[in-house]
């Protein structure tokens, strides 16, 4: 197994996470409105006179609008974990965003050329209206009030975002994992207002093995009595046990039995032999899980994993947008897209980039699928950096002309 | 996805599950003793006066010593659950044997030439002696001060109850999983006792993903506030949304994503179309991992189930045995081998079987590998008996000449 290669060493250099509130109610799939929205976001680069360079970058369940940079405000802890969180360090106290590899300038969204916009998504739980938020109603987090929110509603959000900001195409929206899904919704939602799209190690639909690892990580939460029925904020407790278990199960998912062999092995953890022991790690392989658990159960709320994680399973293009069929879903798309995908990913398994790739060809929409034969799994997304630079940079470059 | 061909329909009948109480203390791996254990047995079939036709079968995590047959004692729910439930079932009010498609008159186990037994291991939750045994010291229920068995102390339980039944050798010790590490284990500590084994879906050593696994379903109940940390009997609580959670876990893990797929695919549960919550089963999947969660919290205990996961991991006949050398771990057993593995098992995957033969290979000791090709994952080992049995049959046969 090669260590990933060498990153490009520019920088945006110190970065704030800035705040906006949308004037409109936001109307969502579920019949509801939240009547107050705020958005968080960070931007990197200079928006061109004519408004044409915006590359919009959508996060994945973990992340938030800290995309890039040092972060002048976020805590020291970076939003990078696991084994991407090895990669590279923040300077002291500052915390890298969580995809500095990719953004900044002469990396693949070039910030000498793009002006990059990073929001955290709707229902999040850094900055952006999520459970954890006030509720003008009530004065009170929403709590189990929150809505259950789609990608759709993401988008959604993203779309009124950029209304305020007064940017009406998108040269680009990028993402990988849940991001991409926003970046495929956007396609899909808003033909006539983008260019192309970037999806990377991400679906149009999660198998029902998918389903079963999200449903597992949303019961360990709601079944911890801490969880209170979602309605935990300003009771001492919340349902970090849970939270807990759900995360070692998405570590292990994001992550390939390879590369657990290649990191791990069977390695004890404090002592030349077993210790006869099972509430505490005998192995390097639990440890990290405990260490993962802990360190994400500080930075993250329960109420926004539960409903990310929901809106992960309700993904479906086909049944949502072509009645059953993909091709009819993504038959009103105009972006040129790219699809990026990795052989040791079986969470977000390559067959289903192929099967968007099919569907595109089949309508004669531009599309590009890359497929890299890289061995730790659904995170190479955040790992593989290197060797996505180059196919992002070239495929932004031509839709450029 | 093909069907699991029909069974041989022999059956030994209606049958009673036993108990012996050992007349000596059992030492452990860990350097205590357990001054008093009994263990719950049944057997199949006629033990011949030389007493040369005995078989051990071991079961796996879940299972007990109701292998084959109707019950006369346990409970009408079946020791069989997820897809195995459904391949046959019971007659009413009776419980059928967990591995009832290969023990019995005609079968793999064929009872018309076999003395088949099948005890609860060590550590266990359904009549041999185990954490919600009562401690003889204390006339309560030991939890938390029941030790930490190894699968070696499991062989060693049932080689002191072989003893109490006068039986000294062993035609053939089997089983699957957590089964086929005992059997493993039974050719290496008593060599001179074991014809043959039978090793099924198993392995020498769970590889790292595994291990993560077995610490999240453990973390999931040991999380589990009403753990209490183990000492949870008599008080009217008991941690069962975290053995729910371990259990859903262990169920992904024990089926391939192809079969998930092939079973219930992204159908949704009870509605035409979503009905936007997180906290109810939208997809069948969902509501089919609540079932076997629900189910299985009724029929088996949280410490016990943390000690066999701990054991489970515990297993690695290269470290115990041979310094870390598989090839000198095994180079004492004089047993014929037969090993089973299936293709789609990603839990117990093929490549470990492979060792163990390529192990036995290098020490000219009598091998077989049978790698049976097969989509249900590592539940095969219970669905896929139709194809076991001619292999198992044959191999038996050929050690009785």
């Known amino acids: 197994m090669v260590a990933p290669s060498a990153l490009p060493a520019g920088t945006v250099g110190t970065v704030e996470t800035r705040f906006l509130d949308l004037p409109q109610p936001l109307p969502l ?3 509801r409105e939240l009547r107050s929205v705020r958005v968080a976001y960070e931007t990197y680069g200079t928006l061109f006179p004519r408004r044409d360079n915006v590359i919009l970058v959508c996060h994945a369940l973990s992340g938030d609008a ?11 802890e970076s939003t990078r974990d696991g084994f991407a969180a090895e990669t590279r360090d923040g300077a002291a106290g500052k915390a890298l965003g969580w995809w500095d590899g990719m953004i900044g300038p002469g990396k693949a969204f070039d910030t000498d050329r793009w002006f990059v916009i ?3 998504l709707l229902g999040g739980c850094r ?3 999520g459970p954890s938020s006030t509720d003008p109603e009530t004065g009170r987090p929403y ?3 929150f809505p259950v929110v789609t990608v759709a509603d993401m988008v ?4 009124a975002f ?4 007064g940017i009406e195409r998108l040269a680009a929206v990028a993402g990988g994992s849940l991001g991409g899904m926003q970046a495929l919704q956007w396609a899909v939602t808003y033909p006539d207002q983008v260019d192309s799209i970037v999806v990377i190690a991400s679906t149009h639909a999660l198998h029902p093995q998918g389903l079963a690892w999200n449903a597992i990580a949303r019961e360990a939460i709601i079944r911890d009595p801490a969880w209170q029925g979602g309605d935990y904020y300003g009771t001492g407790r919340a349902p970090e046990a849970g939270m807990g278990v759900a995360r070692m199960v998405g570590h292990v998912t994001y992550l390939s039995a390879p590369a657990l062999e290649e990191r791990f092995g069977r390695r004890l953890q404090f002592a030349d032999d077993i210790r006869y022991t099972f509430d505490e790690p005998e192995f390097e392989i639990e440890s990290y899980l405990d260490h993962q658990a802990d360190s994400f159960v500080r930075r993250f709320d329960a109420n926004t994993y539960v409903r990310l994680s929901r809106a992960l399973t309700y993904f479906d293009l086909a049944r949502q947008h072509g009645d059953g069929s993909l091709e009819r879903a993504l038959a009103g798309i105009s972006a ?5 995908a990795f052989s040791s990913d079986w969470l977000y398994p390559p067959a289903a980039s192929a099967e968007i790739e099919t569907a595109l060809r089949g309508l004669g929409k531009p599309v590009e699928f890359h497929l890299i034969d890289a061995p730790y799994g659904h995170d190479c997304f955040l790992l593989e950096e290197a060797r996505q630079i180059p196919v992002v940079r070239r495929f932004l470059n031509e839709g450029r002309a």
Chains 1, 2 share one sequence.
Do not use: F, K
């Open 29 to 31: 799939d579920c019949g």
């Open 66 to 76: 800290h995309a890039a940079g040092y972060s002048a405000t976020a805590p020291a």
């Open 118 to 120: 990073s929001t955290n």
């Open 127 to 129: 900055g952006t209206t």
């Open 143 to 145: 709590g189990s009030g």
């Open 156 to 159: 959604r959000c993203e779309r």
């Open 162 to 165: 950029l209304d305020e900001l």
């Open 336 to 340: 040129r897209t790219l699809l990026i």
